[in-house]
């Protein structure tokens, strides 16, 4: 369901409630796929993986939004890109968020030093947001995980 709530500075296009209800489950092939020399392939199913399991910690509160911006593309976030968002994981200093800053969704890297709350991008065509007392200023949760296509 799309959250029209927020608004963005332009690095978040849309924000989607996780729902437990549909379970995929997928073959897990055993097999490590070598990425030098090729070898013979295994053939044999180890066993079933739902994606949940590995990419969900805590169901009510993950959400998944789409990236919609270039701000964060030196971490290899593109536009299009799935982003999975976890708001009970605690916001520490180097981790990716989404903050609401001045009543806008932002995605960047969280840093703290010395008291001090910085928005930082990962593009020098950027400029860091230096977050200041009297701002509006909410970090709304924490990337996970990032999903796209090759």
């Known amino acids: 369901m799309k959250n029209e709530r927020f608004k963005t500075d ?18 897990l092939i055993g097999a490590l796929v070598p ?7 295994q053939d044999y199913i180890e066993g079933l993986l ?5 990419l969900i910690r805590h169901p009510s ?12 593309k030196n971490v290899g ?17 180097n981790k990716i968020i989404i903050a609401i800053v001045e009543g806008e969704l932002t995605l960047k890297r969280l840093k703290i030093e010395g008291g001090c709350y910085y928005l ?23 990337v996970t995980y990032v999903i796209h296509p090759l």
Do not use: C, Q
């Open 10 to 27: 332009g690095s978040i296009r849309d924000i989607y409630k996780y729902s437990e209800l549909k379970k995929l489950k997928r073959p």
């Open 35 to 41: 990425a030098g020399f090729p070898s013979p392939a």
């Open 120 to 142: 930082v991008p990962e593009n020098e065509e950027y400029s860091p947001i230096v977050i200041e007392e009297d701002m509006d200023f909410v970090i709304w949760g924490v």
């Open 50 to 54: 739902d994606l949940n399991e590995h």
């Open 61 to 72: 509160s993950t959400f998944f939004m789409h990236a919609d911006g270039y701000s964060m």
């Open 77 to 93: 976030i593109n536009p299009g890109d799935l982003l999975i968002v976890d708001r009970a994981v605690e916001a520490t200093s």
